[in-house]
């Protein structure tokens, strides 16, 4: 069974920085194509960020785009999504996910797997 915890939310001050984590457990990054999306407080869930099955593949969207950063540690099976410059608008619950290995995708429905979400709180 496969499971992903994520760890490293909190609160952050507007224009700081952050570093989500997401260990996978239950099978390897190399057979993943994994993502990052947020949902904040009466909004739908959406996609920030994803990471193809090789790892050199990754997309974000426009609104984190240069200010946010998805890697990986294979030795660690761990996938993290580094955040600068935050803004109030990230204030949101952050997921990570996990789908079959393919090319980076963006669709809710194209990930089986997901984390519980960790929170981020953006202060002014």
């Known amino acids: 069974q496969l499971q992903l915890v994520e760890s490293g939310g909190g609160l952050v001050q507007l224009g700081g920085s952050l570093t989500l984590s997401c260990a996978i457990s239950g099978s390897s990054l190399n057979d993943l194509t994994t993502g990052w999306f947020r949902q904040a407080p009466g909004k739908e869930r959406e996609w920030v960020s994803c990471l193809s099955r090789s790892g050199g593949t990754m997309e974000y969207a426009d609104s984190v785009k240069g200010r946010f950063t998805i890697s990986r540690d294979n030795a660690k099976n761990t996938v993290y999504l580094q955040m600068n410059n935050v803004k109030p608008d990230d204030t949101a619950v952050y997921y990570c996910?996990?789908?079959?290995?393919?090319?980076?995708?963006?669709?809710?429905?194209?990930?089986?797997?997901w984390g519980q979400g960790t929170q981020v709180t953006v202060s002014l």
């Open positions: 996910a996990a789908g079959p290995p393919r090319v980076c995708v963006t669709g809710i429905p194209l990930y089986d797997y």
